[in-house]
């Protein structure tokens, strides 16, 4: 029967106790070990062909260095090569600090025969089989759970301007107002619509259509605050939810969103009487509780500013909204 090849790497600074295993190992029935030797770890890890080493034998007492430590530094680089640790005497508390250490087998020096150190090798090169295993199937799962995180937060997202899309608006809203309703403040809706953008497409063309919405879409990022929620709510339409406490702040934050868009100054020529590109909004405050009556109230309240000539922030505290230029 021919025996397998197993290039083995033994560090050990006792010459006499690297003599024994060498003797053991030749006479292995069913491996043919190749054996390279070292008397630290330090020199084992500066050869050529350290990688290249099937199998490492470390003495538990190594000097300077211990092969607990070599075994430890090999372990959190990744490094999954079966190890076996031969010991001067062995008891419980080496065992565990091994084993925690990441050991495969370990041997007690007075019980070194071919015998032993052959069960020794296959019980080490079985354990780090496993431990690849585990190890790429672990990177495995990890893969799909990081895909599955993207697939989650791909369909939150609009892919056109990167705002949350309508589902994940109404599911943050939900959440703000749960949250607000805790500290009973009143919240803030604000429905968004840029003014005849139908009439851009038909001038402009589609794909410039996109680019204006990304733009709009910009524009309108960079005028909330950090807690606000925006979202694209489905065309030309976005939708701001915020806590807010008083009318005045509402007002300051609507003339901040229309006017954001207004000094973008994108051509509009359809868009008349302003000749540039322009939003109305419509906005409606009220108690946490009461969601959908304060985005209906918001809706109602667009409707009043396309009505009033557009490029006008509405609440329905006023009747015809304010247009600064
Ligand atoms: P109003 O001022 O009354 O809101 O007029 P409008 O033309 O903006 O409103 P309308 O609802 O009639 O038209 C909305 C247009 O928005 C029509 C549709 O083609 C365009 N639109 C919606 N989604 C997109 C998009 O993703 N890209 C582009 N380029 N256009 C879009
Ligand atoms: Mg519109
Ligand atoms: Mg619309």
Known sequence: MSREAVKI??????????????RALAQCNNFAAELHHTLSASDAQRLPDWQDFDLLILDYCLGASTGLQLLMEMRNR?????????????????????????VDDYIIKSDITHETLEASIRVARMRADQRLAEANSEAAYMQLAEANLQLAQSSRVDPLTELFNRRAWEESAEQICAAACGLSRPIAIFMIDVDH?????????????????????????????????????????????????SEAELE????????????????????????????????????????????????????????????????????????VE
Not at 9 to 22: K, N, S, T, V
């Open 197 to 245: 953008f139908k009439r851009f497409n038909d001038m402009y063309g589609h794909s410039a259509g996109d680019i204006c919405l990304k733009t709009v879409a910009s524009a309108l990022r960079e005028s909330v605050r950090g807690n606000d929620v925006l979202g694209r709510y489905g065309g030309e339409e976005f939708v701001l939810i915020t806590c807010i406490s």
């Open 252 to 323: 300051a934050l609507g003339e901040r969103l229309r006017s954001a868009v207004w000094e973008l100054e994108e051509e509009h020529a359809g868009n008349d009487p302003f000749g540039r590109v322009t939003i109305s909004i419509g906005c409606a405050i009220g108690s946490p509780s009461d969601l959908s009556l304060i985005q209906e109230e918001a809706d109602r309240a667009l409707y009043e500013a396309k009505n009033c000539g557009r490029n006008r922030c509405c609440n329905l505290f006023q009747e015809h909204g304010t247009v």
């Open 9 to 22: 790497l033994l560090i050990d600074d006792d010459p006499g106790d690297a003599e024994l295993l060498r």
């Open 78 to 102: 990744g490094d999954r090569r079966p190890v076996i640790v031969v010991t001067g005497a062995g008891n419980e508390y080496v065992a565990a600090e091994l084993v925690r250490a990441g």
